[in-house]
C-alpha cells in the first residue's frame, strides 16, 4: 500500500482561503497524474481536480472553478490545492490520490480511476 500523506486542513471562514498538500513516495508520484476528491457526510466521493504528471494539463470540477487551483512540484514529490473563496459547502474530507488504474475504463472524475490514496484531511468552512 503507497503512503500519501495529505495536510494543511483546517477551519476557516467563509470566504477565507487554505491550502492543502500531499506527498507522496517519489517512485509513485514522478510520471504520474494526480487528483483531489473530496466526500462530504452522507454523501459520495465527488471529483475536485486533477493535474497531469508535468502538470501541463489540469482538469476542475464546475462547483469549484476559478476558486481552486490544483499544482504540483515533482522535486518535493508533492500535489497542492489553493483553496480560495471557500464556502460552507466546500466542507468535507479531501482526499488526495496518485496515479490511474490501467484497464479500468472510466473517467478521470471517477474515484474508480485512481489507484493510490490518501488518509485524507479535513475542511470545514463556517458561515
Known amino acids: 500500500q503507497v503512503q500519501l500523506v495529505e495536510s494543511g486542513g483546517g477551519l476557516v471562514q467563509a470566504g477565507g482561503s487554505l491550502r492543502v498538500s500531499c506527498v507522496a513516495p517519489?517512485?509513485?508520484?514522478?510520471?504520474?497524474?494526480a487528483g483531489w476528491f473530496r466526500q462530504a457526510p452522507g454523501k459520495e466521493r465527488e471529483f475536485v481536480a486533477h493535474?497531469?504528471?508535468?502538470?501541463?494539463?489540469?482538469t476542475y470540477a464546475d462547483s469549484v472553478k476559478g476558486r481552486f487551483t490544483i499544482s504540483r512540484d515533482n522535486a518535493k514529490n508533492t500535489v497542492y490545492l489553493q483553496m480560495n473563496n471557500l464556502k460552507p459547502e466546500d466542507t468535507a474530507v479531501y482526499y488526495c490520490?496518485?496515479?490511474?488504474?490501467?484497464?479500468?475504463?472510466?473517467?478521470?472524475?471517477?474515484?474508480?480511476?485512481?489507484?493510490?490514496w490518501g488518509q485524507g484531511t479535513q475542511v470545514t468552512v463556517s458561515s
Open positions: 490520490t496518485v496515479g490511474i488504474r490501467v484497464g479500468v475504463v472510466v473517467a478521470l472524475t471517477h474515484p474508480d480511476a485512481w489507484t493510490n
Open positions: 517519489r517512485r509513485t508520484f514522478i510520471n504520474y497524474a
Open positions: 493535474i497531469g504528471w508535468n502538470g501541463d494539463t489540469v
